[in-house]
């Protein structure tokens, strides 16, 4: 059994190439797919789909700013979904709202049939 509630359905996206031959990214730059982080949804040829219409839900934001020489939004979200592969650093897309999440870290979840994977997914905006 997957998810009792899912309130949305996700593309999970993986870096085909190295972290470390993306020169530019910068997990704290202005957001995902700009010139300070790397590849984004607007170079698709950069990523990989692993796969589609996952079903699972986004809850439970938390978030911070930081004014240290530049303006920083970083809004952590917990993510539940269907079992799936995914692993820290993939991004999923919200197939509603195209919102783009890096995903923080996540752990598969077992027992009494509700089988899941949760995690903490993130969003990034503005420079550190």
């Excluded at 990989?48 to 303006?71: F, L, Q, Y």
């Excluded at 650093?89 to 783009?100: C, G, H, K, N, P």
């Amino acid at each position: 059994m997957a998810l009792p509630l899912a309130t949305t359905t996700f593309t999970i996206n993986r870096l085909k190439v190295l972290v470390a031959d993306v020169v530019t990214r910068d997990p704290y730059g202005a957001g995902y797919g700009t010139d300070t982080d790397g590849p984004g949804p607007q170079d698709p040829t950069a990523y990989e789909v692993i796969r589609t219409r996952v079903r699972g839900t986004v809850t439970a934001p938390g978030g911070s700013e930081r004014d240290v020489g530049g303006s920083q939004e970083r809004v952590n979200w917990t993510i539940n979904l269907d079992p799936c592969d995914i692993r820290h650093d993939d991004e999923v897309t919200d197939e509603q709202t195209l919102v783009r999440y890096r995903v923080s870290w996540v752990v598969p979840r077992k027992g009494l049939g509700l089988d899941h994977v949760t995690g903490s997914v993130r969003t990034v905006k503005g420079e550190a």
